[in-house]
Each structure stands twice: as structure tokens, then as C-alpha cells.
T-cell receptor, first 116, second 113 residues
């Protein structure tokens, strides 16, 4: 266990559904991340939050909406997704961002999302 | 374009052999480098990091860094079937708002009994 938990672990949703992914870290870190991992592609950074403030949004479509109510919790709200959004969604945390380049990130177990 | 390149494999080695995984990166100013192991259906797990040129050893794992050649590698000695996984190279690169990890596509390692 890395100290980062994610729920649900698996999610199947239709294109008109609204759902949310949840991430919680118990490491006392100040930065949290959402990544998307699709088959045959590198991990794609989606969003970064530092001290509950969004500092990075990598041109992610608006059908993905992040929320960070405090430094321990991170949500990804999903609305009118497309089948090509099916992927493994990973949450990660690190001590700080961007402050140092010597920042190890620790990943949660991921949510396997399937959009029908 | 900031890139991290890895051979996708699969790299097949017999049990007990040394597995050598390689990674090149495009940003000459990068300072920190990470190796993650990802088992099928699981999330990436940090196994090594290296910041300085040369070798860094941790148990059966050795990370090697050559900043001049923009090259980082991971050696796994006495490979075990349980080492079979995808190994992701990640490089911290300076982006507009700060440092961000850039990942390679990963190298699939298969250790055969």
C-alpha cells in the first residue's frame, strides 16, 4: 500500500451518465495529480493540484472536471464521456509541487473506467 | 516536445540473468529520474530514483545515469519470474508551471523460469 487510495476500482458508465472518481492520500502530501493511462500510450498528466489550488490543466476536455476540497482529497467528476475515454485513471501525490524537481510521486491503485 | 523514449519490448531474459532496461530523454536540463514497476492491471510502483551521474544500487536493482548522453538505465540482477512487469522510466522536466513527470511508454520484461 502506498498510502493513496482510490474508489471505485472499476466503473462502467454510459455516455450520458455522471459519475465521480475519488482519491484520498494519507501521506501528508501537498500535491495531488490525476493521470490517464491508455493502452500502448504513456501516462498522460491531466491535472495537478498544489495546496488545493489547480496549477496544471493539460488541455483536458471539459467533460472531466476536477475538485480538490482539501490537500488529502481529490475528485474527478465525469460527464458525457466518450468510449475513447475508457482507460485506467490514476491518482498520485507528492510532497510538494512545483517547488523541487526531486519530487517522488506515489500512485493509488487506479480506477478502471469503461464507457459504453 | 519533451520526450522520454523506451523500447517497448518485450524483453525476455532467463531466470537468474541480468535484465537491462534503457531510457533516453530529450530535456538536457532534467535533474531527477525515476523507475516505476507496473504489474498487469496494477498501478505504477516506485522502485528507484537517481539524481546524480553514475550508478545507484538498491538490492538487486542498479540505476545508471549519464546526463551528458541523456541516458538512464535500470539493471536487475538475478532476475526472477516475479520481476516480470512493465518498467516505466519517468523524468522530471520543467514545464510552464513547474516540474512535471514525463513518462515513457514502458518496457515489458518477461523473466522465464
Amino acid at each position: 500500500e502506498t498510502g493513496v487510495t482510490q474508489t471505485p476500482r472499476h466503473l462502467v458508465m454510459g455516455m450520458t451518465n455522471k459519475k465521480s472518481l475519488k482519491c484520498e492520500q494519507h501521506l501528508g502530501h501537498n500535491a495531488m495529480y490525476w493521470y490517464k493511462q491508455s493502452a500502448k500510450k504513456p501516462l498522460e498528466l491531466m491535472f495537478v493540484y498544489s495546496l488545493e489550488e489547480r496549477v496544471e490543466n493539460n488541455s483536458v476536455p471539459s467533460r472531466f472536471s476536477p475538485e480538490c476540497p482539501n490537500s488529502s482529497h481529490l475528485f474527478l467528476h465525469l460527464h458525457t464521456l466518450q468510449p475513447e475515454d475508457s482507460a485506467l485513471y490514476l491518482c498520485a501525490s507528492s510532497q510538494d509541487y512545483p517547488g523541487s524537481s526531486y519530487n517522488e510521486q506515489f500512485f493509488g491503485p487506479g480506477t478502471r473506467l469503461t464507457v459504453l | 516536445q519533451k520526450e522520454v523514449e523506451q523500447n517497448s519490448g518485450p524483453l525476455s531474459v532467463p531466470e537468474g540473468a541480468i535484465a537491462s532496461l534503457n531510457c533516453t530523454y530529450s530535456d538536457r536540463g532534467s535533474q531527477s529520474f525515476f523507475w516505476y514497476r507496473q504489474y498487469s492491471g496494477k498501478s505504477p510502483e516506485l522502485i528507484m530514483f537517481i539524481y546524480s551521474n553514475g550508478d545507484k544500487e538498491d538490492g538487486r536493482f542498479t540505476a545508471q545515469l549519464n546526463k551528458a548522453s541523456q541516458y538512464v538505465s535500470l539493471l536487475i540482477r538475478d532476475s526472477q519470474p516475479s520481476d516480470s512487469a512493465t518498467y516505466l522510466c519517468a523524468v522530471n522536466m520543467l514545464a510552464d508551471s513547474g516540474y512535471a513527470l514525463n513518462f515513457g511508454k514502458g518496457t515489458s520484461l518477461l523473466v522465464t523460469p
